[in-house]
Nanobody, 127 residues
């Protein structure tokens, strides 16, 4: 069992930055894949960024490449998402998740491949 708690969301003007945090507890040693997902009401949950085995390969959605960075502090059992140059289209409820599906060292970006989820943190970007 893994428990996840996100924080760091908020309201920011377009072009601004936010850093999301996800504190993990429980059986964190088994968290081979961790990722950030986002969802708007009525829309399928979208994979934003994933990281393999703490400091391994990362994968990003095309829409956030070059603007978002996923990284993990294993000593603190915390996952981060640094978001820069935010756009109104980035507005969503952001979730962190833990899963075990990977291929060639890259973690899946499909939400159905993740087993543990946090409660989400809202990010709102206004123009």
């Amino acid at each position: 069992q893994v428990q996840l708690v996100e924080s760091g969301g908020g309201s920011v003007q377009a072009g601004g930055s936010l850093r999301l945090s996800c504190a993990a507890s429980g059986d964190t040693y088994s968290s081979i894949c961790m990722g950030w997902f986002r969802q708007d009401p009525g829309v399928e949950r979208e994979g934003v960024a994933t990281i393999y085995n703490g400091d391994g390969p990362t994968k990003y959605a095309t829409s956030v490449k070059g603007r978002f960075t996923i990284f993990q502090d294993n000593a603190k059992n915390t996952l981060y998402l640094q978001m820069t140059n935010l756009e109104p289209e980035d507005t969503a409820l952001y979730y962190c998740a833990v899963g075990f599906v990977h291929s060639g060292g890259y973690c899946s970006t499909y939400s159905t491949d993740y087993d543990y989820w946090g409660q989400g943190t809202q990010v709102t970007v206004y123009s």
